[in-house]
Structures are given as structure tokens and as C-alpha cells.
């Protein structure tokens, strides 16, 4: 039988953290191989917020150091940027034209986006129907992501249906592949870690930086129990283990921070040295992006062809 097809992406928004790590990135790592996978990144996705040349560049090369260190492998997966596929966009306006503007205003980033006082630009607020074309126009089984993209694969989901009930069958209704227990990673002041909120612990971070942000980590006076610190902790350490150390240091913040900075670093070190190998010779990897990009274009071209015909913009 056919793999089933894996799909996600990231944005090259800046640099990757650890939230992104274990709440998405890894599991890409866990799952090439056993699917047909296609990783993107989501250059267009990031012009809603970036718009900067040399920025986005930059950032569009990094996120692909960023996969191929923590090893994703390019011959298990396809590794491209959205940008190469050009059909998305033609196919988002297709969306566009089937969905309600009240139905887009329910999306949570974008009611976010007003909540904070922020003009939101229209392709912000479009934001979900260009990710409903990533996904559909790959025919994706699985979506693997954090829980905050959850509403985003069920806007898929709907796009999808909608689409094959007025035009006729076309699109499959792709699953969120979602991590459980750590399905959201705090950060350094126990909200969600975000680049957007300045709490992060850098994915490929200095020895220096680990530091500082693990000594950063909020913790609360009246308890003996450094929650934020135990929870960023349980990440690379088993519970029992955990249960142990933290009982036997109990009320030691220090102390206990040292010890998460040591695991930390020893975790993210042999990452953070395949990337600076990976980066002598950048150019080889850009053409790991270009290939991926061709193989992917020319698989959405061939379901854009069917879309076409089925909306009726295909006349010969
Ligand atoms: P950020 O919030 O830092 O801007 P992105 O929105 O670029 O992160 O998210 C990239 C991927 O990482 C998404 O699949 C997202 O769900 C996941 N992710 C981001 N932050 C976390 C977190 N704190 N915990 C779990 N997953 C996360
Ligand atoms: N919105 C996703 C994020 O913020 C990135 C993304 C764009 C994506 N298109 C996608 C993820 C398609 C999965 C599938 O992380």
C-alpha cells in the first residue's frame, strides 16, 4: 500500500526555539520514513509579518539548516519553500472565494490580532486559506503540528469539504497529528514560548545564551516547586528521574537551574555543531531547496489541473 502523505511547515519568522522543537519539529525527524513527507517553508506566510529582503532570505535559508541539523534527511523528505510552489496562491484564491469573511474573523490569530489593538493586513486575516492550500494541494493525510495550528487544520478540514461539495470530489480532509502531554511549551516566564514573546530558549543557542535564559526562568517565591523549571525540564529528562532530582533539591532554584542549563546544553550542543557544519556550504544545501521545490511544484501542478477543470477555468 501507498505511504500515506505527511505535510507541515514553518515560518522563517527568526530563529527557531525549543517550543518549536518539541512541539513540531521533532516529530518530523520521528516520521520521515514512515510517510510520504513534504516539509515546507512558509516564505509567503511570513511576508504577512516580515517585509524585508535580506531578512527573509536569510531567514528562508536558516529554517533549512534548522531541519537538516536536527536530521531530517532529504532523500525521506521532500524540503522546499512554499515560494516554489507558486499554485498555492492560486489555489488560496479559489478559497477565498468559497469562504465568508465572518468565517475568517473566528480564526484565533486573527482575532488575536484585533484583541491587541493591531490593524491586521488582509493577508493576515487570509492567513488560513493559503495554509488549507499547502496542505490540500499535496492531498496531506497528516498534519503534524502544535495545538495552536489545530484551528487551522479544521479550516482545512472545512475548506476541503467545501470545495468538494460544490465542484465534486477532490480534496482528502487532512488530520492534525498533535503531541499530547507537551502539546504547548512554556517558556522562559511560563506563557506559551513564542518568538513573540521575547521568552524563548533558542533552538541552537550559545552556551552563553542557554545560560542566560534558564536563569531567566520565572519562578514563584511561595512555593518549593519551580514549575516553569521542572516543566522545560521534563523535556529531556524522564519523569521518575525528574520526580527524584527535583525531591532532592527541594526549594534550591539555583541549583536546580544549573542543572537544567548542563542538561540543556548537552542537548542542544551536537545540534548546534551539524548546523555550523551544514553552513560551510550553504550552497549545497540551497540546492537541496531548489530540487524539493521542482518535485513539489510539479506534484501540485498536477492536482492544480484537476481544480482547474473542476471550477471550469480550464477551457483547453
Ligand atoms: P512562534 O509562536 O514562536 O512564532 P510558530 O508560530 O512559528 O512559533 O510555530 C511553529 C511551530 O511550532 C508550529 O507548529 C507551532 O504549533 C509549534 N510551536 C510553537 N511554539 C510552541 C510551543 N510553545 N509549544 C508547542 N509547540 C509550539
Ligand atoms: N501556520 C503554521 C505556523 O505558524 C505554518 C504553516 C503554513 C503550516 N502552512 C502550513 C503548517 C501548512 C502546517 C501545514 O507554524
Not at 31 to 57: R, S
Not at 77 to 87: E, R
Not at 260 to 289: C, G, H, S, T, W
Request: hydrophobic residues 40%; neutral net charge; glycine residues 6%.
Amino acid at each position: 500500500m501507498a505511504k500515506k502523505v505527511l505535510l507541515s511547515g514553518v515560518k522563517p519568522t527568526g530563529r527557531p526555539h525549543v517550543g518549536n522543537y518539541f512541539g513540531a519539529m521533532k516529530q518530523f525527524v520521528e516520521l520521515q520514513g514512515k510517510y510520504d513527507a513534504y516539509i515546507f517553508i512558509a516564505d509567503l506566510h511570513a511576508l504577512t509579518t516580515v517585509q524585508n529582503k535580506e531578512e527573509l532570505e536569510e531567514n528562508t535559508a536558516g529554517v533549512l539548516l534548522d531541519y537538516m541539523a536536527i536530521g531530517l534527511d532529504p532523500k525521506k523528505v521532500t524540503l522546499y519553500k512554499q515560494s516554489d510552489v507558486p499554485q498555492v496562491a492560486e489555489l488560496a484564491w479559489i478559497f477565498n472565494c468559497l469562504t465568508t469573511v465572518p468565517y475568517l474573523e473566528r480564526a484565533h490569530a486573527y482575532k488575536d490580532a484585533v484583541m491587541n489593538k493591531k490593524e491586521p493586513n488582509v493577508g493576515l486575516f487570509d492567513y488560513p486559506m493559503l495554509m488549507a492550500a499547502d496542505i490540500l494541494i499535496q492531498d496531506a493525510d497528516v498534519v503534524p503540528v502544535g495545538q495552536d495550528q489545530k484551528q487551522h487544520i479544521e479550516i482545512a478540514r472545512d475548506t476541503a469539504q467545501k470545495f468538494n461539495n460544490a465542484f465534486g470530489e477532490c480534496f482528502k480532509l487532512p488530520e492534525p497529528l498533535i503531541l499530547g502531554a507537551m502539546a504547548t511549551i512554556p517558556g522562559t516566564d511560563g506563557k506559551k514560548m513564542s518568538k513573540s514573546y521575547n521568552n524563548t530558549i533558542p533552538l541552537f543557542g550559545s552556551d552563553e545564551e542557554i545560560e542566560k535564559a534558564i536563569m531567566g526562568i520565572v519562578t514563584d517565591s511561595g512555593s518549593d516547586m519551580p514549575t516553569n523549571v521542572y516543566a522545560i525540564h521534563s523535556l529531556l529528562r524522564a519523569k521518575d528521574e525528574l520526580d527524584r532530582l527535583y525531591a532532592e533539591n527541594r526549594g534550591q532554584y539555583k541549583k536546580l537551574k544549573e542543572i537544567l542549563i548542563e542538561d540543556m546544553k548537552n542537548f542542544i550542543r551536537p545540534m548546534r555543531e551539524r548546523r555550523q557544519a551544514l553552513e560551510e556550504d550553504k550552497q549545497a544545501v540551497l540546492e537541496i531547496l531548489k530540487s524539493g521545490g521542482k518535485a513539489a511544484r510539479e506534484r501540485a501542478e498536477t492536482k492544480m489541473e484537476e481544480v482547474r477543470k473542476l471550477v471550469g477555468l480550464k477551457l483547453y
